[in-house]
């Protein structure tokens, strides 16, 4: 009954490669978020979508691709693989509309390129 | 450009006291103010908010304060507990209209609560 569920937890790959990373969620949210932790631990915002739609790209190199085939699922795929790309990624959602208690939050995936 | 500010990276108190945690911020634009919680390899969990058009906020053993004149907002948790033990994020929300917001995150303070 996990609310955001991301897969995998963690990824180990190599520099070059192509690598998906999924994001679902069962709360009937309409809209989803990719964030990216760095190594200094900052929470940064890189897309987001509201029902399939892109609505929030942040300056994010277009290796990076999200993909929404419904409201509940957000996917992200990142083609060559550099070492900067190690992070933790989460996946967030949130309702549109009603009083404001942020978002949700899937428990990451941890991305360690070599 | 770092919008959300947590200068301090840890704060440690004992047990039964109050822990403070502050952020600031630097843009007049920001409507709402969020702090959350995050355990080690979980995500972020949303503890409490505050409307920019308040100055309080409490729920249970937390409440935040928010002064705009001074772009400043503080969590306090009354009396801390071990389990309290995490990093502490402070964000704020960017609206554009319709569905389209963001959350902007301070870098987090990691809080330790001594028994």
């Known amino acids: 009954d996990t609310a955001v569920s991301q897969t995998p937890k963690y990824l180990v790959t190599q520099m070059g490669n192509d690598k998906s990373i999924k994001c679902e969620q069962n709360?009937?949210?309409?809209?989803m978020y990719w964030y990216k932790q760095d190594s200094k631990k900052f929470l940064k915002i890189m897309f987001s979508y509201n029902n399939k739609e892109l609505i929030i790209n942040e300056t994010v190199p277009n290796r990076f691709s999200p993909k929404s085939p419904d409201k509940a699922h957000l996917n992200l795929h990142i083609n060559s693989l550099e070492l900067g790309d190690s992070a933790v990624y989460f996946c967030a959602s949130r309702p549109t509309g009603g009083e404001y208690y942020g978002y949700t939050f899937g428990s990451g995936t941890r991305l360690t390129v070599v | 450009d770092q919008q959300v500010k947590q200068n301090s990276p840890s704060l440690s108190v004992q047990e039964g006291r109050i822990s403070i945690l502050n952020c600031d911020y630097t843009n007049s634009m920001f409507d709402y103010f969020l702090w959350y919680k995050k355990y080690p390899a979980e995500g972020p969990t949303f503890l409490i908010s505050i409307s920019s058009i308040k100055d309080k906020n409490e729920d249970g053993r937390f409440t935040v304060f928010l002064n705009k004149s001074a772009k400043h907002l503080s969590l306090h948790i009354v009396p801390s507990q071990p389990g309290d033990s995490a990093v502490y994020f402070c964000a704020a929300r960017l609206n554009y209209g319709g569905a389209t917001n963001k959350l902007i995150f301070g870098t987090g303070t990691l809080l330790a609560v001594q028994p």
């Open positions: 709360l009937g949210h309409d809209t």
